[in-house]
């Protein structure tokens, strides 16, 4: 089968399925903006969004035209591909940026399976949640329209969609919801697991931390509101008072990757600081910024207690990563994060808005350790059993997009696993499938593998 693979930050969502799919021999290529890496298997064409005109428009359409912008682009090199006999029997596509927009007008005869990730909405989720953060509630409910426009669109034009967890399809309309299947994009519980012997060590102090050690651990993509950052930081001052041994590690970012940026040349960090960092112990609180994976893992590994605030709004994966790793969760009581969190089950949640709250929980939980190893290893297990990457997800995944290239809707996933389990033969030992990537103008070239 021949797969065409859209997403502006290739892979994203799709880094462990379109090379799953190149490695059973289907045709994997994937469209991306500049960048990005081979991947072995999957031939990758780069376009480059190009703004057309320099007018001013309306700001409620600024984000509609932005994401036409890289619609075009997508379109012009899909057309690119199909000039050179380039026909795809399934396009897997995040339309959040606008590259899906116009596929089925080039393919018309492919299946489109988009990635639904989030439906905007009025009531009942991010907008006008944080009372600190308000904006007058008409004109936000028209930019909300408008900013929905793209998603809209790409609804009606897909074939079938997918959605990673139940709360974040909840939000697609209505007339459209049964047309979304749930897969999480997985968690590879293998490599992320609780590990006894791992340590951190500290650049410049050179302390090293282990399991055991009061490490509190705090990771956003980016250090923003969206994410509870200014809530963690107020409670902090508080937390260090009362845990004096404790050591706090976050990991982030300065930009902002979602809500409104701050004026030029101001963070969010610089913000919270500028508010509570005389109250803090500098030598316990790290900003470590942006780390490998693999250093990701072994914090998560020593992490005491793992904190997790975030809007009504898409699940980071993050969260089931720390929950994988064993860590006790201190969770925000948001929708997102009740899906999976069950309170005093398999973490601990709290008011959102409450830091005297979330304080007071990291100081009950530290301070009985071991009356909390049973809720961690329950957050294992929840990740294990829905959420595992190799033995749940990406079957589920394989087995949807052989069933929307089949026009077998709607899916009936279960059966299509059985389906595939029985008519897949065995790996060939020793053979590898390479990858490049290429700009749009260079030739097709051969399939990979």
Avoid at 216 to 232: A, K, L, Q, S
Avoid at 376 to 392: K, P, S
Wanted: a neutral charge; charged letters at 25%; hydrophobic letters at 40%.
């Amino acid at each position: 089968m021949r797969i065409l693979f859209v997403h502006q930050n290739f892979p994203g969502q799709y880094l462990h399925l379109a090379p799953a799919l190149a490695a059973r021999g289907d045709d994997v290529t994937a469209l991306a903006i500049e960048g990005q890496k081979p991947m072995p298997g999957v031939r990758i064409f780069r376009y480059k969004p190009e703004r057309g005109s320099s007018q001013n428009i309306h700001p409620w359409v600024s984000d509609v035209e932005t994401k036409v912008i890289r619609g075009e682009a997508a379109a012009k090199a899909a057309l690119a591909l199909k000039a050179k006999g380039y026909e795809p029997d399934v396009i897997c596509a995040h339309p959040g940026w606008g590259e899906a927009l116009f596929l089925k007008d080039v393919f018309p005869r492919a299946q489109l399976l988009a990635f639904i990730e989030f439906w905007y909405k009025a009531e009942g989720a991010d907008f006008g949640f944080d009372p600190e953060f308000q904006e007058d509630q008409v004109a936000g409910r028209c930019r909300l329209r408008m900013k929905n426009a793209n998603s809209l669109l790409n609804l009606d034009a897909a074939d079938w969609c997918v959605s990673p967890t139940e709360w974040q399809r909840s939000t697609v309309p209505d007339r459209y919801r049964d047309r979304v299947t749930v897969i999480h994009d997985g968690i590879d519980t293998d490599r992320v697991r609780p590990d006894p012997q791992a340590m951190v060590k500290l650049a410049k102090s050179g302390v090293v931390l282990r399991p055991g050690d009061e490490v509190i651990t705090f990771v956003n993509r980016n250090m923003e509101p969206y994410r509870g950052f200014h809530i963690f930081m107020r409670a902090l001052p508080e937390i260090l008072r009362r845990r004096p041994n404790a050591v706090v590690l976050i990991v982030g970012g300065d930009d902002v990757s979602y809500g409104k940026k701050l004026e030029k040349g101001q963070t969010w960090r610089k913000k919270m600081m500028a508010e509570v960092g005389d109250r803090l112990d500098m030598n316990r609180v790290r900003f470590v910024g942006r780390i490998p994976y693999d250093d990701f893992v072994r914090m998560l590994q020593v992490s005491a207690a793992h904190v997790y605030l975030t809007y009504p709004f898409v699940l980071s994966w993050s969260l089931l990563e720390a929950m994988s790793a064993g860590c006790l969760i201190v969770g925000s009581a948001t929708q997102p994060v009740e899906e999976v969190i069950r309170d005093g089950e398999n973490g601990l949640l709290v008011d959102f808005f409450s830091p005297e709250g979330l304080a007071d929980t990291l100081d009950r939980a530290l301070s009985a350790p071991d009356g909390m190893a049973a809720m961690r290893a329950r957050a294992r297990e929840t990740v294990v059993t829905g959420y595992d990457l190799r033995r749940y997800c990406l079957p589920r995944h394989i087995a949807l997009v052989d069933a929307v290239g089949a026009g077998r809707l709607p899916p009936d996933l279960e059966a299509e696993v059985a389906r595939a389990d029985a008519a897949s033969p065995p790996a060939p030992a020793g053979t590898t499938a390479t990858g490049a990537t290429v700009d749009i103008g260079d030739p097709l070239g051969a399939p990979a593998g």
